[in-house]
């Protein structure tokens, strides 16, 4: 029974609220989970008590102003013992597990917008700007393949065998 992790959405339209589950990965989105792992509200809501009503669309920190943040509230045991007994977390559960410090990287479901490994330095970026594509590296000029889209024919000759 394969078991993934992810957000199963509550809440009403236009006011969602996710339950952070681990669920059979062929049961349906909202369907009874194995386990409720945690909640999280994207909306960002005023914090504490205040005068000012919920729906006031105050924000910032400055004075007179009240702070609005969004709500996680997670079991972080919970969630590695799912994610060390093959779990298999959701893209959007990834990107959340990060940005919460759950997950460091590298890990095994590192995606292209992950943030880079700690103790990284900026040499490995100076490395791989020389890899990237003509059309978004300005220094290098591209050719009219790149330019239609299609395949750049090659221009070196084969070796004769």
Do not use: C
């Not at 792992?37 to 009503?53: C, K, N, Q, V």
């Amino acid at each position: 029974m394969p078991v993934r992790l992810r957000l199963a959405r509550h809440g009403q339209r236009n006011s969602p609220y996710y339950h952070i589950v681990a669920i059979n990965a062929s049961k349906r989105r909202d369907a009874r989970p194995l386990e409720k792992l945690g909640e999280y509200d994207p909306i960002p809501r005023l914090i504490g008590p205040s005068g000012l009503p919920v729906s006031a669309k105050v924000f910032g920190t400055e004075r007179g102003q009240a702070q609005k943040e969004k709500k996680v509230e997670w079991n972080v045991d919970r969630i590695r013992y799912w994610l060390g007994v093959g779990a298999e977390p959701t893209r959007a559960l990834v990107k959340l597990l990060e940005r919460g410090g759950v997950l460091q990287t590298p890990h095994k479901w590192q995606h292209p917008w992950s943030p880079p490994p700690l103790g990284s330095t900026s040499s490995t970026a100076t490395s791989t700007a020389s890899t990237i594509p003509s059309a978004t590296n300005p220094s290098i000029p591209p050719s009219q393949g790149e330019l239609r889209g299609g395949p750049v024919p090659s221009t070196a000759q084969q070796p004769a065998s």
